[in-house]
């Protein structure tokens, strides 16, 4: 019953993040009440009641996302906090040719003590191993999977780095790009980059760009064609990727589609990506891979 009580919880505490203890409790939720101005769980045929205390959270995105710095070797990652171990899986990203880019991880990893890793990119991931030409290039794009010391998956990042040793890290988008309010005619373009720069998307044979240094984007693409599909390049620094992106059909489509749908997703066992603070990201990942391959003639919901 106690788990069923946090659980239960994971939708009503707006209530108390915002400051609202005194919002009403539908008459519905019958063993919810306040007391006191403490909120009141009362098992249902028991005496005993359980009162339910704020607690912080575990990770904060803006300290576990914050971009690594360059070292003589490689990264090294500061999240601030002495008390957090884990493990850093990393390995290069290479994009060229590939639709789905993903990183391909080095058979060893960085350890997390106190708060701090370090990534030897020199030594660990050069000769044989420089599967992204850094060697030669001086510039890669580097994958990470930070695992606390429990085996929880807690973040996926990646950042751009220069060099050959010294190396230091460069502008890259932490999030997205995103696809936002889709209509006949538009879409609003969204991503994060981890400094502040103008960056641009090219669709259609334009160019829409925010005039002011920025680190969150939302550009609205417009004048396009009803269920059309558009590729777009996002460019921000020396970088740049090409996506697509298809237009909603116009008012009054009438013609036969087909749409995907899915849901319950929820945390299952096996660890891993099969239970990622409360989703099975495996599936989620499984399902968005069917639909890429299907012959959807609008774009997807998915809820």
């Known amino acids: 019953m106690k788990q069923a009580f946090l659980l239960f919880f994971f939708g009503i505490s707006w209530l108390f993040l915002?400051?609202?203890?005194?919002?009403?409790?539908?008459?519905?939720?019958?063993?919810?009440?306040f007391e006191?101005?403490?909120?009141?769980?009362?098992p249902e045929g028991s005496p005993d009641k359980m009162t339910w205390i704020p607690s912080e959270p575990v990770y904060y995105f803006d300290k576990i996302a914050k971009s690594p710095k360059?070292?003589?070797?490689?990264?090294?990652?500061d999240f601030g906090d002495k008390n957090f171990n884990g493990t850093i899986y990393?390995?290069?990203?290479?994009?060229?040719?590939?639709?789905?880019p993903q990183p391909v991880y080095f058979h060893?990893?960085?350890?997390?003590?106190?708060?701090i890793a370090e990534i030897d990119i020199r030594n660990n991931l050069s000769g044989k191993y420089d599967i992204a030409n850094w060697e030669e290039k001086g510039f890669s794009r580097l994958g990470y999977r930070i695992v606390s010391s429990e085996g929880k998956i807690?973040?996926?990042g990646k950042i751009n780095v220069r060099g050959k040793g010294p190396f230091e890290t460069d502008v890259t988008i932490v999030s997205g790009p995103f696809i936002n309010q889709v209509t006949d005619s538009s879409v609003i373009i969204s991503f994060e980059t981890n400094v502040e720069i103008i960056a641009f998307v090219i669709a259609d044979g334009h160019s829409f760009m925010d005039k002011t240094q920025n680190k969150n984007f939302e550009l609205k693409i417009d004048g396009l064609k009803p269920l059309t599909e558009y590729s777009y390049t996002a460019k921000y620094g020396d970088y740049s990727d090409t996506y697509s992106f298809k237009t909603a059909p116009p008012p009054g489509y009438n013609k036969e589609f087909t749409f995907a749908f899915a849901s319950d997703w929820r945390a299952g066992n096996g660890g891993g990506e099969r239970s990622v603070f409360g989703v099975n990201a495996y599936i989620a990942k499984r399902l968005v891979e069917k639909n890429?391959?299907?012959?959807?003639?609008?774009?997807?919901?998915?809820?």
């Open 18 to 33: 915002t400051g609202q203890s005194n919002t009403e409790i539908p008459v519905v939720y019958s063993n919810f009440y």
């Open 36 to 42: 006191d101005g403490n909120l009141i769980f009362k």
């Open 70 to 77: 360059g070292t003589e070797n490689g990264l090294r990652f």
């Open 90 to 100: 990393y390995g290069f990203i290479l994009s060229e040719n590939i639709k789905y």
């Open 108 to 115: 060893s990893t960085a350890k997390i003590n106190a708060g």
């Open 154 to 156: 807690v973040y996926d």
């Open 292 to 303: 890429s391959r299907s012959q959807c003639r609008i774009p997807a919901i998915y809820r």
